[in-house]
């Protein structure tokens, strides 16, 4: 049977942040699911909601002038 997978807000975040408490256990759901040819799933809100958190947490650089 293939996995399947369904990664989260947090679970996007566990996956980058090596920092993270439960990134390795994470990483490893995330792997095993690909080597299986399995199916991972999200959401658009899902993914707004981790791109957004990103940002937020990116240093932001001022705008040059040229």
């Known amino acids: 049977m293939r996995a399947k997978l369904f990664i989260d807000t947090w679970g ?3 996956l980058h942040d090596r920092n993270e408490r439960y990134h ?3 990483t490893e759901a995330y792997q095993r699911a690909i ?3 399995g199916k991972i799933y999200t959401t658009d809100y899902v993914l707004d909601e981790t791109i957004t958190f990103f940002f937020r947490r990116l240093p932001h650089l001022a705008p040059t002038n040229p």
């Open 12 to 14: 996007w975040l566990t």
């Open 24 to 26: 390795q256990e994470a």
């Open 35 to 37: 080597a299986e040819n």
